[in-house]
């Protein structure tokens, strides 16, 4: 998501030599402190994300991403020192990020539309048994687990 789709995109992304961390502009404001990804010639922010459909919420979570990924640097630098270079900085860092994106989606993400598609299904195909008063004597009064 934000470190590109192959090593082109990447490049322009990257703060090479300082301790593996990402390129990010600060300012004097309360949270530009904390850095923001650059502009282009456009005015859109360089973030990994290439694809049409980016918005705003993609560049906010890409600037939180960054801004995560340099935190990481920070306090790998803390524990390591000179010990690691650049890349492995990068690399260490980057597994992290990436191993917090797949657990957003796995739960948070995932878990919301599993339970919005489980519960349009029952609606649609079972709310009648919630609703039961009693049988009426007609159709089937057996229901199977199976039958979902």
Known sequence: MIYGNNEDELRPLRD?????????????????????????????????????????????????????????????????????DDEKYFQEARKWVIAFIQKITYFEYRKFNIYVVFVDYIEVHYLDLFIYDSWNGTGNSFTSIYSI
């Open 16 to 84: 090479y030599n300082n301790n593996g961390k990402m390129k990010l502009e600060y300012l004097s404001t309360p949270d530009g402190q904390f850095g923001y990804p650059p502009v282009n010639s456009d005015g859109d922010l360089i973030t990994g994300i290439t694809a049409k459909t980016k918005n705003l919420f993609t560049d906010m979570f890409a600037t939180i991403l960054l801004r995560e990924h340099n935190r990481l640097c920070n306090e790998f630098f803390a524990e390591h020192g000179n010990d690691w």
